[in-house]
């Protein structure tokens, strides 16, 4: 499993890049993760609000950190 984490760098973005990282973690998921900070790339990808919370490509969630049971439902 992919999972990227698109946004500026701010607070917000770390965040949840923290929370998706510990998440996974925790369920034992066999998974890379990765800032994504070119505003560029956020672009091209469609993404208009950060944070953003992308698996395998596919945007789950934009503009919010979302609860750790959503951040499950979407991971497994």
């Not at 917000?12 to 369920?27: F, G, M, Q, S």
């Not at 034992?28 to 950060?50: C, F, H, P």
Request: net charge negative.
């Amino acid at each position: 499993m992919n999972i990227q984490i698109l946004g500026s760098g701010c607070a917000k973005c770390t965040k949840l890049y923290d929370l998706v990282n510990a998440v996974a973690t925790e369920c034992g998921l066999d998974y890379s993760i990765e800032k994504v900070e070119d505003i560029n790339v956020i672009m091209d990808m469609g993404v208009m609000m950060t944070p953003a919370f992308v698996v395998d490509g596919a945007i789950k969630t934009t503009g919010k950190i979302p609860s750790v049971e959503a951040i499950k439902k979407v991971l497994m």
